[in-house]
């Protein structure tokens, strides 16, 4: 297997406003590579809930994105307060964010749901007070 | 129908990507919560809501969306502007509430049925 392309990404944790330009560059760049458009719309939404969620709950984190051959692998880590209860914070509509962060049309529960919706498989690991790492592999379409 | 039709039967502004006004829409959205779009949608070409900040923007780059129309004559700002342009996203506003801006939309045609499985 050759190496995957990889993009490395900061994600500031600072500004909800600006969060998500990580996932716009990453499906520009999925765009000049040329896959296909529900390749690169999966992946893109995949990363762009993981980006939101890491802006709301964690200040932010780190964002790599390898593109193997047959594969993309997202893999987002955050230092975040870490999930207490998985299960409960995979149902859809299960939501700790703020009511700031629902005036703008996120923290309904649908984050996590949703990145593991868009995504072939998905592996959280997490630590309370420790921080969180969100694996999601994407198969090539 | 078009951008422009679509303009035109809810009597709306154009922000930017003129353009794109030629552009075919077949099928739109009405919605305020952008989790749910992101969860839903399939393939709208149109993102009708009364959201106005620029997540909603990329929200709709990521679902691939060709035009947004913000509701109840709510004004993007610029920054909201310059990111939809960037992306080549028509922005429209309407002095409609969302309701009947979709009413209007859906009965001239334009369903919420995405044309693509």
């Not at chain 1, 200040?59 to 975040?80: Q, T």
């Not at chain 2, 990111?83 to 369903?111: H, P, Q």
């Amino acid at each position: 297997m050759s190496e995957p392309l990889v993009f490395h990404f900061d994600i500031d944790g600072e500004d909800f406003i600006s969060a998500g330009q990580a996932s716009i560059q990453i499906k520009k760049n999925l765009r000049r590579l040329g896959l296909s458009p529900e390749t690169i719309r999966r992946v893109s939404i995949a990363m762009y809930e993981g980006e939101i969620n890491m802006v709301i709950h964690a200040k932010g984190g780190e964002a790599d994105v390898k593109v193997y051959e047959d594969r993309i692998e997202i893999i987002l880590a955050d230092k975040g307060p870490g999930i207490k209860n998985i299960d409960e914070a995979m149902q859809e509509g299960f939501s700790t964010a703020s009511d700031t962060i629902r005036s703008l049309g996120f923290g309904a529960g649908m984050g996590l749901p949703n990145m593991k919706r868009y995504s072939d498989s998905m592996d959280i690991d997490t630590t309370v007070g420790v921080g969180t790492t969100v694996t999601m592999v994407i198969k090539i379409q | 129908m078009k951008v422009k039709d679509l303009k035109e039967l809810l009597d709306a502004e154009v922000f930017c990507c003129e353009d794109n006004l030629e552009r075919q829409v077949d099928s739109a959205c009405g919605c305020d919560l952008m989790s749910d779009v992101l969860a839903y949608v399939k393939d709208q070409g149109a993102l009708l809501t009364g959201l106005v900040n620029p997540q909603v923007v990329r929200t709709a780059v990521m679902m691939d969306m060709i035009c947004i129309v913000f509701v109840r004559s709510k004004e993007p700002t610029e920054d909201i502007v310059a990111l939809a342009r960037d992306n080549g996203i028509v922005v429209l506003n309407t002095s409609k509430r969302l309701y009947e801006a979709c009413g209007i939309l859906y009965s001239n045609g334009l369903t919420g049925k995405a044309t693509k499985s």
